[in-house]
Nanobody, 123 residues
Framework: QVQVVESGGGLVQAGGSLRLSCAAS????????MDWYRQAPGKQRELVAA???????NYADSVKGRFTLFRDNHKNTVYLQMNSLKPEDTAVYYC?????????????????WGQGTQVTVSS
């Protein structure tokens, strides 16, 4: 089994910073990507930052220059450093990990979600 656990959310004033963490654990052969999504009330879940094991990252236009994704591959952990937060960044933030597992002797890539962590930015 694979577990994906986020932490680090909270309440912060506009202009402040938070750092989210996401750790994947279990019988993982390797991790292809660990990405951050968010879902605000009444809105669809959206991709915020995507990061591959090779180190490349992509960001939503709304967070470019403010959010930074970085990984610790040895710990199977990804972080999202969020600076200059705005009230519109308020959402539940989810981590998605695309992991390689060996199931019945065959390697395959599987997608796992964390439970989410609430980020609230007050104006």
């Amino acid at each position: 089994q694979v577990q994906v656990v986020e932490s680090g959310g909270g309440l912060v004033q506009a202009g402040g910073s938070l750092r989210l963490s996401c750790a994947a654990s279990g019988s993982i052969v390797s991790i292809n990507a660990m990405d951050w999504y968010r879902q605000a009330p009444g809105k669809q879940r959206e991709l915020v930052a995507a990061g591959t094991s090779g180190g490349s990252t992509n960001y939503a236009d709304s967070v470019k220059g403010r959010f930074t994704l970085f990984r610790d591959n040895h710990k199977n952990t990804v972080y999202l450093q969020m600076n200059s937060l705005k009230p519109e960044d308020t959402a539940v933030y989810y981590c998605n990990a695309k992991v390689v597992l060996t199931v019945w002797g065959t390697k395959g890539t599987y997608s796992y979600w964390g439970q989410g962590t609430q980020v609230t930015v007050s104006s």
